[in-house]
């Protein structure tokens, strides 16, 4: 019984959690942001206007910070423009008069604005504006009630426009002007619009969106081996390796308290592989769109979260549970990490899903598009089928730790596997906190921390396998036997390994868990993106350069006749980096690539201009899948699409297309 209650509150938690996620879906309101004028000299100042016009009965509150006596309050309503450089605040935000209501919950009159209602924000400009040529933006966070609902605080923006009726001011010969140039800027707007509109209408697919399309027309049958096909190839992605050890190290701890349950956890341990996978990722797909659930898997709160699960894991595998913590706190850890029931193994499953999740294989990206569409048939039998395959090497693993559990004389180095296992999970919460610092952007984790971490926790293991040091309840070290050597050996040799990349040695594989080589700029809060003519001109110096904004890019691609080279990529993305390092670094490659226009476009920050990247993502090729290659004409005419692959060949032949 209690255990179905903590799965139930897990998934409310999830769904709660979930709202984070979107805005699209959970905005309850109209809003339009208009500028008292047209054009601002520098130290002008002016007003901006925000019009809202609520849903009924959705409301917000007010933008002066609320306290109860037991120091709660509802999320205050916060305001600010971008860009900075541009505009800035001056003064007191007018608004018109709240709704006042007592709260019981905070115990306090609430001011809360509701239906149609209008801010007028002071404003100074800090550079000479005009709003027809620069771009303003109004920004809001704000949480959305109704009843005895509210969602998450959600960040919204809109675009500052000149008030029109400015216009009539001007004199006659001015207005039949404007008028003029309205009329070609309308007529050019129109052209625009309609090839657009064009664009859309050609409902551009990816390589994989027409594969797994040729194998739906081939039957249901044939969809089905497919879908079970890009589920083996999903395991050889850089993303599932760190859950080997994880799922070694939770199934030993377990094989010692459940010596006879190991069929049975390995079963639940598959099969909520198989369900999470697809229940969660078709639940978050039609509530909040395709990219729901990679919005969800890269939340920097989840990682950390993940981060802090994987620790507590490693603590109870050391031990540390039974002599350190109070017991209030170990009963709620052992809930979550050394439980007796099926729920701690049901959020193992969870766990192994989300991390997955982190660099989208292009077959679960595409399925989770058709499932936002409408298409539920297909894309649930091949999610079943994907992750059937994806969880079965799993389910061995899983399965493993009770075999050996049974060996003779196993009590001793049983417990060595734990602590090994146990130092192996920190090193993997280590990536996980990495995930996060690179979302927000905080800079606390760089490269050579992150492998100056593993380093020491390498030499650890060495050094624990040797006897140096034990654990209060291991035995003494009275012998060092070959297989300590040679375990020991293998540790110190990847800890050697892993120094030659301080020194920017390339590492392989585990380049792609490391974050980038190019940390300092990732980092960045915003892309710093130089100017067009800073651009193109690093670009005719280096052909080697990548840029970073998608209309800079594109205005070179016009102005050199090349053809561009489109990466839309994730911060978090394992699947990315490996590429970057070990695909795109060849030379052939590189000598291909030099001949493009290249641009990077990262997608999973919750700002701009990366939430439009992901849009364009989505609308123009109808994929989430990380990484998406694409290559198109100047006049951005698509050539050909490509994910992530280990085949050289196959990458060759699609960037020799560009040429064709």
């Given at each position: 019984?209690?255990?179905?209650?903590?799965?139930?509150?897990?998934?409310?938690?999830?769904?709660?959690?979930?709202?984070?996620?979107?805005?699209?879906?959970?905005?309850?309101?109209?809003?339009?942001?208009?500028?008292?004028?047209?054009?601002?000299?520098?130290?002008?100042?002016?007003?901006?206007?925000?019009?809202?016009?609520?849903?009924?009965?959705?409301?917000?509150?007010?933008?002066?910070?609320?306290?109860?006596?037991?120091?709660?309050?509802?999320?205050?309503?916060e305001i600010s423009l971008s860009p900075k450089e541009l505009v800035k605040i001056a003064g007191k935000i007018k608004t018109p008069k709240p709704k006042v209501k007592y709260d019981s919950a905070f115990y306090i009159d609430i001011r809360t604005?509701?239906?149609?209602?209008?801010?007028?924000?002071?404003?100074?400009?800090?550079?000479?504006?005009?709003?027809?040529?620069?771009?303003i933006f109004a920004e809001i966070y704000v949480q959305q009630c109704k009843d005895n609902l509210c969602l998450p605080g959600l960040d919204f923006k809109t675009l500052v426009k000149p008030n029109n009726n400015l216009m009539t001011m001007q004199s006659s010969s001015e207005e039949k002007e404007t008028s003029r140039i309205e009329s070609v800027d309308e007529k050019r707007q129109q052209t625009e619009t309609k090839l657009e509109q064009s664009k859309q209408e050609q409902n551009l697919k990816t390589d994989t969106s027409k594969e797994i399309e040729s194998a739906k027309k081939s039957g249901l049958l044939a969809y089905l081996l497919f879908a079970m096909g890009a589920g083996a190839l999903a395991l050889l992605t850089p993303c599932v390796f760190p859950m080997v050890p994880i799922t070694v190290s939770f199934f030993t701890k377990r094989a010692e308290k459940n010596p006879g349950k190991a069929l049975r956890d390995s079963t639940v341990y598959g099969l909520g592989i198989m369900l999470t996978f697809t229940a969660l990722g078709f639940i978050l797909a039609l509530l909040f769109g395709a990219s729901g659930?990679?919005?969800?898997?890269?939340?920097?709160?989840?990682?950390?979260?993940?981060?802090?699960?994987?620790?507590?894991?490693?603590?109870n595998l050391f031990g540390a549970f039974e002599f350190?913590?109070?017991?209030?706190?170990?009963?709620?850890?052992?809930?979550?990490?050394?439980?007796?029931?099926i729920f701690s193994v049901l959020l193992m499953g969870l766990t192994f899903s989300l991390t997955s999740f982190t660099c989208t294989v292009p077959f679960v990206g595409v399925a989770l598009v058709s499932a936002a569409g409408g298409d539920w048939f297909y894309p649930i039998v091949g999610m079943l089928g994907f992750s059937f395959v994806f969880a079965l090497p799993f389910f061995f693993l899983a399965l493993f730790p009770s075999a050996i559990s049974k060996l003779p004389r196993s009590g001793a180095w049983m417990n060595n596997i734990k602590v090994v296992m146990g130092l192996l999970e920190i090193?993997?919460?280590?990536?996980?906190?990495?995930?996060?610092?690179?979302?927000?952007?905080?800079?606390?984790m760089p490269r050579e921390l992150f492998l100056g971490i593993w380093i020491g926790i390498g030499i650890?293991?060495?050094?624990?396998?040797?006897?140096?040091?034990?654990?209060?309840?291991?035995?003494?070290?009275?012998?060092?036997?070959?297989?300590?050597?040679?375990?020991?050996?293998?540790?110190?040799?990847?800890?050697?390994?892993?120094?030659?990349?301080?020194?920017?040695?390339?590492?392989?594989?585990l380049d792609?868990?490391?974050?980038?080589?190019?940390?300092?700029?990732?980092?960045?809060?915003?892309?710093?993106?130089?100017?067009?003519?800073?651009q193109s001109t690093l670009l005719n110096e280096n052909s080697n350069v990548w840029l970073n904004d998608?209309?800079?890019?594109?205005?070179?691609?016009?102005?050199?006749?090349?053809?561009?080279?489109?990466?839309?990529?994730?911060?978090?993305?394992?699947?990315?980096?490996?590429?970057?390092?070990?695909m795109l670094e060849k030379p052939e490659v590189k000598k291909l690539l030099d001949g493009m226009v290249k641009v990077r476009l990262f997608t999973d920050r919750k700002q701009e201009p990366y939430i439009s990247y992901k849009q364009m993502q989505m609308q123009r090729f109808n994929s989430i899948e990380l990484p998406l290659y694409v290559i198109q004409t100047p006049d951005e005419k698509v050539i050909a699409t490509n994910a992530f692959t280990r085949d050289i060949n196959e990458f060759i032949n699609f960037l020799k297309k560009a040429y064709n």
């Open positions: 019984m209690k255990s179905k209650l903590l799965l139930i509150s897990g998934l409310i938690f999830f769904i709660q959690f979930a709202y984070l996620l979107s805005k699209d879906q959970n905005q309850h309101f109209n809003w339009s942001a208009t500028s008292s004028v047209s054009k601002a000299k520098a130290g002008e100042k002016f007003t901006i206007k925000l019009d809202f016009d609520f849903e009924k009965g959705w409301y917000i509150y007010d933008i002066i910070e609320q306290i109860g006596p037991e120091g709660l309050g509802p999320q205050k309503t604005f509701s239906g149609k209602f209008s801010f007028e924000i002071p404003v100074v400009a800090l550079k000479d504006i005009d709003f027809e040529r620069d771009k659930i990679q919005n969800f898997a890269t939340n920097p709160w989840l990682n950390i979260g993940i981060a802090l699960l994987f620790i507590v894991f490693s603590l350190q913590l109070p017991t209030s706190l170990l009963n709620a850890l052992n809930v979550k990490s050394q439980g007796t029931g090193a993997a919460a280590i990536k996980f906190i990495s995930n996060a610092d690179l979302v927000w952007g905080l800079g606390i650890l293991i060495s050094l624990y396998i040797l006897g140096v040091y034990r654990l209060p309840h291991d035995s003494p070290v009275e012998s060092v036997g070959t297989m300590r050597i040679l375990f020991a050996t293998f540790f110190i040799s990847i800890s050697f390994y892993l120094m030659s990349g301080l020194f920017g040695k390339k590492l392989g594989e792609a868990f490391l974050p980038p080589p190019d940390y300092e700029q990732i980092i960045s809060s915003e892309v710093k993106a130089q100017t067009s003519n800073t998608y209309n800079t890019a594109l205005k070179l691609a016009k102005e050199t006749g090349k053809p561009m080279f489109i990466d839309f990529s994730g911060f978090t993305c394992t699947n990315c980096r490996w590429m970057e390092i070990n």
